[in-house]
């Protein structure tokens, strides 16, 4: 793997994760959204690359609104599909940086995205949160029983 995954999940010599955690990646819709001058903190972005090589990519540029008024940023969305029928896909946001669009916090600007996407319906976050909720019928409720997770749990 190209970072480092948990256990033997994506062992170094392997182009992929072993097939099992594959497997579950591959059933959750995944988006992540990054600067491509963060490098303060975990970036994502070339696992995702390596994950998706191998599939047709969807991209897209687009202008979403920044934290001045009246400013924007300029987005790349890249989504690749995991299945043919849609059903999740895995897909990466990339903001081009350095971001001018926020005067009062311009030095670590290029790491505080959330800022813009959390209040801002243009980033569509919560859209893809919805697109993408558990059914009804497999969503856990707090009256649910409890399921013990460790052996010595009765």
Not at 13 to 35: H, M
């Amino acid at each position: 793997g190209r970072c480092a995954w948990p256990d033997k999940t994506w062992p170094r010599d392997s182009d992929l994760p072993e097939e099992v955690s594959l497997k579950q990646l591959q059933a959750v819709a995944l988006r992540a959204y990054q600067t491509d001058k963060d490098r303060y903190a975990g970036n994502p972005v070339n696992d995702i690359k390596w994950l998706t090589k191998d599939l047709d990519l969807e991209e897209q540029c687009v202008r979403l609104p920044g934290m001045d008024e009246g400013s924007e940023c300029e987005v790349t969305s890249q989504a690749w599909r995991w299945h043919s029928d849609g059903r999740t896909s895995i897909e990466l946001w990339e903001a081009h940086g350095p971001l001018m669009d926020w005067a009062g916090r311009l030095k670590f600007s290029d790491h505080c995205l959330w800022y813009r996407i959390f209040p801002k319906v243009e980033w569509k976050l919560a859209e893809f949160l919805l697109q993408h909720q558990v059914p009804e019928e497999r969503r856990w409720k707090f009256d649910d029983a409890h399921i013990p997770m460790d052996s010595d749990d009765s």
